[in-house]
C-alpha cells in the first residue's frame, strides 16, 4: 500500500520558536495533501488541504499566518508552525491522496510540545 | 450539516465477541465512507469503506453495513481480538478521496482476552 511519512516523529521546542514538519509520499505523486490536529482524547481536526504548486485552503478558524503549509512537489509538503506557543501543542497528521484514489494514506504524526 | 455523529464513545468486548461501532450523517451529498483505526501514538490506519450504492461490504473479520435511507452507516468487529484494542473513527467525505474528510467524534475500543 502507499505510505505516507512525517518528519520528525516528536519535536520538543521553546515558546517563540517556529518548527517545520515535514510530509512526504514514498511511493506515490500526491497531487493534495491535507493538515490535521490531533488533541489527546480527541478526533481529527482538518487544518488545511494544499493542492501541489498553489496555495492552500484552510479551514475556518486556522490562522494561515501562524501555520505555513508549502506543497513544492507532488512529494513533499510542509507545515510550519511559527511562533509556536503552548497551547500550539499538539499531534500533528498529513495525509495524501492522488487524483485518481480512492482514499486518503495518513502519515504517523508528529507530536510537538512546546515549553 | 458537516458533522458525522459516532458512538458510542467507548466500547469494552469480551474475546471472541462481536464490536458494533455507529455513525449518522446530515449531509446527503456524501459519497464515500471510511473506517479508520488508530493506536495510541500513531496516525490513523484506512479499515474498510464504503459507497452509497451499496448496503454492506465484509473485508475479513470487519463489515460495514450502510442504510442510505436512515443515513446511517456501522462497523461490526467479528471475533473480536485484545490486538483490535485501539480508537476506531467513522468519516464521510463527497467527491473522492481528494476532499476533505469529516470525522466521528471516535469510539475507544477495549477487547478484553
Known amino acids: 500500500g502507499a505510505v505516507v511519512s512525517q518528519h520528525p516523529s516528536w519535536v520538543i521546542c521553546k515558546s517563540g520558536t517556529s518548527v517545520k514538519i515535514e510530509c512526504r509520499s514514498l511511493?506515490?505523486?500526491?497531487?493534495?495533501m491535507f493538515w490535521y490536529r490531533q488533541f489527546p482524547k480527541q478526533s481529527l481536526m482538518l487544518m488545511a488541504t494544499s493542492n501541489e504548486g498553489s496555495k492552500a485552503t484552510y479551514e475556518q478558524g486556522v490562522e494561515k499566518d501562524k501555520f505555513l503549509i508549502n506543497h513544492a512537489s507532488l512529494t513533499l509538503s510542509t507545515l510550519t508552525v511559527t511562533s509556536a506557543h503552548p497551547e500550539d501543542s499538539s499531534f500533528y497528521i498529513c495525509?495524501?491522496?492522488?487524483?485518481?484514489?480512492?482514499?486518503?494514506?495518513f502519515g504517523p504524526g508528529t507530536r510537538l510540545l512546546v515549553l | 450539516q458537516q458533522q458525522v455523529k459516532q458512538s458510542p464513545q467507548s466500547l469494552i468486548v469480551q474475546k471472541g465477541g462481536i464490536s458494533i461501532i455507529n455513525c449518522a450523517y446530515e449531509?446527503?451529498?456524501?459519497?464515500?465512507f471510511p473506517w479508520y483505526q488508530q493506536f495510541p501514538g500513531k496516525g490513523p490506519a484506512l479499515l474498510i469503506a464504503?459507497?452509497?450504492?451499496?448496503s454492506e461490504k465484509k473485508e475479513g473479520r470487519f463489515t460495514i453495513s450502510f442504510n442510505k435511507s436512515a443515513k446511517q452507516f456501522s462497523l461490526h468487529i467479528m471475533d473480536s481480538q485484545p490486538g483490535d484494542s485501539a480508537t476506531y473513527f467513522c468519516a464521510a467525505s463527497y467527491g473522492g478521496a481528494t476532499n476533505k474528510l469529516i470525522f466521528g467524534t471516535g469510539t475507544l475500543l477495549a477487547v478484553q482476552p
Open positions: 511511493d506515490f505523486q500526491a497531487t493534495t
Open positions: 495525509s495524501a491522496s492522488t487524483s485518481w484514489g480512492e482514499t486518503q494514506y
Open positions: 449531509n446527503t451529498a456524501f459519497d464515500y
Open positions: 464504503i459507497r452509497p450504492d451499496v
